[in-house]
Antibody, heavy 119, light 110 residues
Framework: EVQLVESGGGLVQPGGSLRLSCAGSGFTFFSYEMNWVRQPPGKGLEWVSYISNSGSTIYYADSVKGRFTISRDNAKNSLYLLMNSLRAEDTAVYYC????????????WGQGILVTVSS | QSALTQPASVSGSPGQSITISCTGTSGDVGSYNYVSWYQQHPGKAPKLMIYDVSNRPSGVSNRFSGSKSGNTASLTISGLQAEDEADYYCSSYTGSSTYVFGTGTKVTVL
């Protein structure tokens, strides 16, 4: 069974940093491209970042470019999101999402982890 | 990248069919046949319902179907059931492994 489990969320002050992790299991992690998607409380989904299966290709949404860093460790079946210079508008549930093998959509999602940016 | 436009809410009675629209631009929906649809129940993670405009993943009911014309994609739910009550989001590929989601539609089963 495919599973994605996020961790590392919590309360952080504006300007602070946080690193999210996503542990994958039940599939060959290194074969799949991965993404982070977030959802502010009561609002819609927003794509945040993409990383290729090897980690060599990375993209970010404009709203997080220069502040967030996506990475992966295929030996540990893990995906990461390092978030710096956090703002109140970064408050959201963050999901890691696996891209379908053929790409262009997200076939498995983690349960989500809440990040709250507040003083 | 602006969010794709969806109606805020759509409702229908059990057994009826409803259609949710998803309007983008020539730079996203209009350029790629890579529109997907997600169902999200309260407090749960999104679930893939349709990919590549009109394809259903294994295990998704054939009551769900998708289509696209120009810059607008659509999700149709036929034979509406109580369990279909949820939020639905469309998404489109926008090039270079980037994506945009729709504003979301709340489906209510009357």
């Amino acid at each position: 069974e495919v599973q994605l489990v996020e961790s590392g969320g919590g309360l952080v002050q504006p300007g602070g940093s946080l690193r999210l992790s996503c542990a994958g299991s039940g599939f060959t992690f290194f074969s799949y491209e991965m993404n982070w998607v977030r959802q502010p409380p009561g609002k819609g989904l927003e794509w945040v970042s993409y990383i290729s299966n090897s980690g060599s290709t990375i993209y970010y949404a404009d709203s997080v470019k220069g502040r967030f860093t996506i990475s992966r460790d295929n030996a540990k079946n893990s995906l990461y999101l390092l978030m710096n210079s956090l703002r109140a508008e970064d408050t959201a549930v963050y999901y890691c999402a696996r891209e379908r093998r053929d790409g262009y959509s997200f076939d498995y999602w983690g349960q989500g982890i809440l990040v709250t940016v507040s003083s | 990248q602006s969010a794709l436009t969806q109606p805020a809410s759509v409702s229908g009675s059990p057994g009826q069919s409803i259609t949710i629209s998803c309007t983008g631009t020539s730079g996203d929906v209009g350029s790629y046949n890579y529109v997907s649809w997600y169902q999200q129940h309260p407090g749960k993670a999104p679930k893939l319902m349709i990919y590549d405009v009109s394809n259903r993943p294994s295990g998704v009911s054939n009551r769900f179907s998708g289509s696209k014309s120009g810059n607008t994609a659509s999700l149709t739910i036929s034979g509406l059931q109580a369990e279909d009550e949820a939020d639905y989001y469309c998404s489109s590929y926008t090039g270079s492994s980037t994506y945009v989601f729709g504003t979301g539609t709340k489906v209510t089963v009357l």
